[in-house]
């Protein structure tokens, strides 16, 4: 996210490196990504901006996700708190805001596992994606925080199954 982005803010128009898009040769509902932080963090709500999938250039419209599962891990993988599949809304370019009910200590990573997307059978993704932590927004940047959002292809035993990672586009 843009420095001084917040859950207030518009996401731009679909661009190439402001987003996340799977790999096309599997299908959007085998796509997962998950972020990793260096130390845990205490978190109490999650800000996802969908994929702007039907805003020019965008080639392939309706893979804005629709549904999806979240899950909190702390150091030694185990599940601290599981949402089943939550909505999110497309073609929406505003912050949508997931609570955890409180804080939620020692955080250690957080897996977002695709459940339906719009209507597109080859890809999916997200624009971008904050965390609360004590009143504060995280923001993070797959690009140079190397441990906050780690986009990784290792599945967890607790998953239903097994689910390759989306990268950033």
Same mark, same amino acid.
């Given at each position: 996210?843009?420095?001084? *982005?917040? &859950?207030?803010?518009?996401?731009?128009?679909?661009?190439?490196?402001?987003? =996340?898009?799977?790999?096309?040769? #599997?299908?959007?509902?085998?796509? %997962?990504?998950? =972020?990793? *932080?260096?130390?845990?963090?205490?978190?109490?709500?999650?800000?996802? =901006?969908?994929?702007?999938? #039907? #805003?020019?250039?965008?080639?392939?419209?309706?893979?804005?996700? #629709?549904?999806f599962d979240l899950i909190l891990i702390d150091a030694s993988d185990n599940v601290l708190l599981n949402f089943d599949n939550l909505s999110l809304s497309p073609d929406s370019n505003m912050a949508q805001t997931f609570s955890f009910g409180g804080t939620v200590q020692d955080v250690s990573k957080v897996r977002f596992e695709i459940e339906?997307? &719009?209507?597109?059978?080859?890809f999916t993704g997200l624009a971008e994606v904050? %965390?609360?932590?004590?009143?504060?927004?995280?923001?993070?940047?797959?690009?140079?925080?190397?441990?906050?959002?780690?986009?990784?292809?290792?599945a967890l035993g607790a998953s239903k199954r097994n689910k390759n990672s989306i990268k950033q586009n």
């Open positions: 996210m843009p420095s001084g *982005f917040d &859950q207030n803010d518009v996401h731009n128009p679909y661009a190439s490196g402001n987003h =996340w898009t799977n790999d096309r040769s #599997t299908t959007p509902t085998d796509q %997962f990504i998950e =972020w990793s *932080f260096n130390t845990p963090e205490d978190l109490s709500a999650i800000y996802i =901006w969908n994929h702007q999938s #039907t #805003t020019p250039p965008a080639n392939h419209s309706g893979y804005d996700v #629709t549904s339906a997307v &719009q209507n597109s059978t080859n904050g %965390f609360e932590s004590v009143g504060v927004v995280s923001t993070p940047e797959p690009s140079t925080i190397l441990g906050l959002v780690a986009i990784s292809g290792l």
